[in-house]
């Protein structure tokens, strides 16, 4: 099992930045990816960034490419996502995932809210 927990969302103007933070605890030793996802209100769940733990590769959607970026703490096990030039569009309830070698497993944190007002 593994266990997520997400902090940093919280309210920002157009235009400003937020930090959102994921750690994880139980068997983090099986994560091979950890990523953040988002959704918005009458909107499906969408890709946001993602990063594979071992070598540090990371993938963005293209939505926010260039404006957010995915990273790692490796001693922390937590992941982190600067969010830079926040658009109204941001707006969402971002939710931590991390992928797990064991059983080939999907884990969520219980998501923190993001508010970009214009």
């Known amino acids: 099992q593994v266990q997520l927990v997400e902090s940093g969302g919280g309210w920002v103007q157009a235009g400003g930045s937020l930090r959102l933070s994921c750690a994880a605890s139980g068997r983090t030793v099986s994560i091979f990816t950890m990523g953040w996802f988002r959704q918005a209100p009458g909107k499906e769940r969408e890709f946001v960034a993602r990063?594979?733990?071992?070598?540090?590769?990371?993938y963005y959607a293209d939505s926010v490419k260039g404006r957010f970026t995915i990273s790692r703490d490796n001693a922390r096990n937590t992941v982190y996502l600067q969010m830079n030039s926040l658009k109204p569009e941001d707006t969402a309830v971002y939710y931590c995932?991390?992928?797990?070698?064991?059983?080939?497993?999907?884990?969520w944190g219980q998501g923190t809210q993001v508010t970009v007002s214009s």
């Open positions: 995932n991390a992928e797990s070698y064991l059983y080939n497993s999907n884990y």
């Open positions: 990063i594979k733990w071992s070598d540090g590769t990371t």
